[in-house]
């Protein structure tokens, strides 16, 4: 049996509620996984950091108080985000980072995950940042040092469509896909066609936690265009730039046009889509769009996200499942340590 040492940077939501799953269910990992999870240290920018090369407890730290320097109270703790010293010093195998996401530079999420990759540790990110920006020079970083970098929960949190259609569609002959790649977007339309205004409907979206108090990444499109980005990349063999991806939001959309779409058999969708071209090059763009009830996307509600990806040789597969939540995107960190344990075995 494995055990796997893991440092986490950022304890936000996702990565306390990592600490949660292992508090949980570490003992049951060991018989249905092969391998254990030991958190040897943790840095936010907020509550601080800690390194403990013996191991923390995994309980203790998921109710951990949100308060400005709390890891201090814990021995050995500080109220510094010593980064680099956890993610270097702490004897970690696994560094789980899960920042924030800076759509401009992806920092510094970018610059933790080269500080791990150039040790030979392996990384698992749910961060969009770094996987949009810097893709191309991050994997190259890790292949020289024999390092894993992973970040399934970086498109759609728990719900696997990466890995999915790279290995359960590989030789299908994808031509593109469209997808509801943000949940609070979604959540919003299908509010308005309740009859709430625009404004209601982020208001209630932000009293549920679903939108942040600027809600402009949802409803503006830039979050989903971060994720065409790394679906183009990633399944497509894309070089895209986030400027290579037009973007309209959904914020120009009134309860009257949801009212006569829903007259016509039809209904609108935030949408984000790439697509290979008849002479080789790719259409990327994320904008409203309006589907006859037939679309399999049509029918997709509330903070539910989807994808159908378009192949030659089934037609449209589509995959829905949580795009958000806690336990959710910490799944996605799990499943991404699963992969690299089981490659590991596979050599």
């Given at each position: ?7 986490l ?14 508090a ?15 958190i040897v240290?943790?840095?936010d ?6 390194v ?64 791990a990759?150039e ?5 698992v990110?749910?961060?969009k ?12 970083l890790?292949?020289?040092n024999?390092?894993?970098?992973e970040?399934?929960?970086?498109v ?6 990466i ?8 030789g299908?002959?994808?031509?593109g ?18 009859g ?10 932000q ?46 959309l ?6 006569q ?13 790439a697509?290979?071209?008849?002479d080789g ?13 037939a ?24 995959v829905?499942g949580?795009?958000?939540g ?17 490659s590991?075995?596979?050599?």
């Amino acid at each position: 049996m494995t055990e796997y040492n893991i440092a986490l940077v950022g304890f936000g939501g996702v990565n306390r509620a990592l600490a949660q799953l292992i508090a949980e269910r570490n003992q049951a990992w060991k018989k249905q996984l092969g391998f254990s999870l030991k958190i040897v240290g943790i840095s936010d920018l907020f509550l601080g950091s800690i390194v403990a090369s013996q191991g923390l407890d995994a309980g203790l730290l998921s109710k951990l108080p949100a308060t400005k320097g709390a890891l201090a109270q814990l021995p050995g703790g500080q109220v510094e985000a010593l980064n680099e010293q956890v993610i270097k010093d702490s004897g970690a195998d696994i560094i789980a980072e899960a920042t924030f996401t800076n759509p401009v530079d992806g920092e510094p999420a970018s610059t933790f995950c080269r500080w791990a990759l150039e040790q030979g540790k392996h990384v698992v990110t749910t961060n969009k940042g770094p996987i949009a920006l810097h893709s191309a020079e991050l994997k190259a970083l890790a292949q020289r040092n024999l390092a894993a970098f992973e970040y399934e929960g970086a498109v759609m949190s728990g719900t696997p469509v990466i890995r999915m259609a790279k290995q359960s569609l590989a030789g299908s002959g994808l031509l593109g896909f469209e997808g509801i790649l943000n949940g609070t977007s979604n959540f919003v339309l299908t509010r308005m066609e309740a009859g709430l205004g625009f404004a209601e409907a982020v208001a209630e979206a932000q009293a549920l936690g679903y939108a942040e108090a600027d809600p402009s990444a949802d409803v503006e499109g830039f979050d989903v265009r971060l994720k065409v980005v790394i679906l183009a990349n990633e399944l497509l063999d894309a070089q895209l730039t986030v400027s290579d991806v037009s973007c309209r939001g959904i914020s120009g959309l009134t309860v009257k046009d949801l009212e006569q779409a829903r007259a016509e058999g039809a209904r609108w969708k935030l949408i984000g889509s790439a697509q290979r071209l008849a002479d080789g090059s790719l259409q990327a763009s994320v904008e409203p769009r309006l589907l006859p009830l037939a679309h399999p996307l049509a029918g997709i509600g509330g903070a539910i996200n989807a994808v159908s990806f378009n192949t030659e040789l089934l037609g449209a597969v589509t995959v829905s499942g949580p795009g958000a939540g806690r336990i959710e995107t910490a799944f996605a960190l799990l499943s991404d340590i699963i992969h690299i344990h089981q490659s590991r075995l596979a050599r």
